[in-house]
């Protein structure tokens, strides 16, 4: 399975944007970039994801580099409700078999 | 409404026990998952089930045998229980397999065995 790369932790201030980055050097042509978070005592919680363009919802913002080999989930204003777990995962193959990693921890502060 | 409910959210018991995790979703999707976490927070997959076809095993041991009666329920029996199989135990539903499916988990089943 192809693997990521994700900073242990992070912190941000509320109210302020938050980018949290994820390397995917050996990502092949078909993989999907999923984000997921999970908060505590919780199932995860679908965030967003994308092929190759820049995808953009209601919960986040998805940056794919032109190579595809990192990407940045962008938090436009964080929330102390945004505190959690946020894996970035790269979804291979024609089943959709997700592989969590370790995730980073994310902080939000007042 | 709850889009991927289970029961029980928690299940204590013995080892050697056979106990039962129920899931159901009304999403109306094709696809449903069991995940487990263990202690260390690490989660992974156990089966996938398509349209009630099991289309992923991940070489759980065979005590854990899924059923799925229609496609909006995925239940997980556990045979002969042991130490390790403690743990949570999530379900998750898409809406069709395939790696461009966000997946949509239920908030877990904590299974302690003593």
């Known amino acids: 399975d192809a693997k990521t790369t994700q900073p242990n932790s992070m912190e941000s201030n509320e109210e302020e944007p938050v980018h949290l980055p994820c390397n995917h050097s050996?990502?092949?042509?078909?993989?999907?970039i999923h984000w997921y978070r999970q908060l505590p005592s919780q199932g995860p919680e679908y965030v967003i994801h994308?092929?190759?363009s820049n995808v953009n919802n209601r919960m986040a913002s998805l940056a794919i580099a032109e190579d595809r080999k990192s990407s940045t989930l962008i938090l436009h204003r964080a929330t102390l409700r945004d505190a959690a777990v946020y894996y970035c995962i790269l979804n291979t193959g024609t089943a959709s078999k997700l592989t969590f990693g370790t995730g980073t921890r994310l902080q939000v502060t007042l | 409404d709850t889009a991927v409910s289970q029961t029980p959210k928690y299940l204590v018991t013995q080892m050697g026990n056979d106990k039962s995790i129920k899931c159901e979703q009304n999403?109306?999707?094709?696809?449903m998952y069991w995940y487990k976490q263990d202690s260390k927070k690490f989660l992974k997959i156990m089966f996938s089930?398509?349209?009630?076809?099991?289309?992923i095993n991940e070489t759980v041991p065979n005590r854990f045998s899924p059923k799925s009666p229609d496609k909006a329920h995925l239940n997980l029996h556990i045979n002969s229980l042991e130490l390790g199989d403690s743990a949570v135990y999530f379900c998750?539903?898409?809406?069709?397999?395939?790696?461009?499916?966000?997946?949509?988990f239920g908030n877990g089943t904590r299974l302690t065995v003593t």
């Open positions: 050996t990502i092949s042509g078909t993989d999907y």
């Open positions: 999403l109306g999707h094709d696809t």
């Open positions: 998750a539903s898409s809406s069709r397999q395939g790696n461009n499916s966000p997946l949509h």
């Open positions: 994308g092929l190759t």
């Open positions: 089930y398509n349209n009630k076809e099991l289309i």
